[in-house]
């Protein structure tokens, strides 16, 4: 018959005063490892907020209209086919981006391995705003049948790339934060903007105008609205982990 054996019959393993201080120790580590896992030694899941918001626009976009005014008037446009000359205007996409304007930290960011892209296509720059952060190198190939010249004399990044054709790319890196106006010398009319940002706190709408900023820091914010050529609107926001923030801009 087997016996059961009582708890007195167990031996203890701590047997003297040393024993018990290192189990002591080892639970005052465990303890200590648990809370840097979950303070995630830097950034941990579930420490972060998100930004939630929708922007209307009521107001005539001028600047498009008058970019695509001079894409028509422009003599290249005849060598177009006749869907490059009825391309549809810039969406909501294209020219409106959503960011925190500064974090109050200094830190460098990961940059995204796979270049970002402003294209020249249909006799335009695509899109008319492009938001990076600081570090990244952008593409900027050639899709149309002309030859283009991108440049920009603007202090944050000066830049020009000279004329080459389609099929071509070139690149550039853009190491310090602020607003980088591009042109192309050849065509006069087109125009776009870098924003080059100091965080990855920024959002690009959708077509219906709903943004979505994640991973942000607890804190509190200047978030800003650009939309075409301009920055049209700041507000603060407060960010709390684990919760949503909602911002709306109408311009």
């Known amino acids: 018959m087997k016996r059961i054996r009582k708890l007195n019959d167990i031996p203890q393993r701590i047997e003297s005063p040393l024993d018990r201080q290192g189990l002591r120790r080892w639970t005052v580590m465990l303890v200590w490892l648990v809370s840097l896992s979950c303070s995630g030694y830097g950034q941990r899941s579930g420490s972060t907020g998100e930004i939630h918001g929708e922007i209307t626009i009521k107001t005539n976009d001028e600047l498009s209209d008058e970019i695509?005014?001079?894409?028509?008037?422009?003599?290249?446009?005849?060598?177009?086919?006749?869907?490059?000359?009825?391309?549809?205007?810039?969406?909501?996409?294209?020219?409106?981006?959503?960011?925190?304007?500064?974090?109050?930290?200094?830190?460098?960011?990961?940059?995204?391995?796979?270049?970002?892209?402003?294209?020249?296509?249909?006799?335009?720059?695509?899109?008319?705003?492009?938001?990076?952060?600081?570090?990244?190198?952008?593409?900027?190939?050639?899709?149309?049948?002309?030859?283009?010249?991108?440049?920009s004399y603007s202090q944050p990044k000066e830049f020009d790339l000279g004329r080459y054709p389609q099929g071509k790319s070139k690149s550039v890196t853009f190491e310090k934060p602020g607003v980088v106006n591009v042109y192309c010398e050849i065509h006069q009319y087109m125009y776009a903007t870098i924003l080059v940002l100091e965080n990855p706190f920024y959002a690009v709408p959708d077509d219906d105008g709903v943004f979505v900023i994640h991973n942000v820091p607890p804190g509190t914010y200047q978030l800003s609205f650009w939309y075409g050529r301009k920055k049209v609107a700041t507000k603060n926001v407060s960010v709390k982990a684990n919760e949503v923030s909602a911002v709306n801009f109408s311009f």
């Open 68 to 151: 695509f005014r001079g894409r028509m008037m422009s003599r290249y446009t005849s060598d177009l086919s006749t869907a490059e000359k009825s391309i549809e205007p810039y969406s909501v996409s294209e020219k409106a981006v959503v960011y925190i304007e500064s974090t109050g930290e200094s830190k460098s960011y990961t940059v995204p391995d796979e270049h970002p892209q402003l294209n020249q296509r249909d006799l335009i720059f695509r899109p008319l705003v492009l938001p990076i952060v600081v570090g990244t190198t952008v593409d900027f190939p050639n899709n149309d049948k002309v030859f283009h010249n991108v440049f």
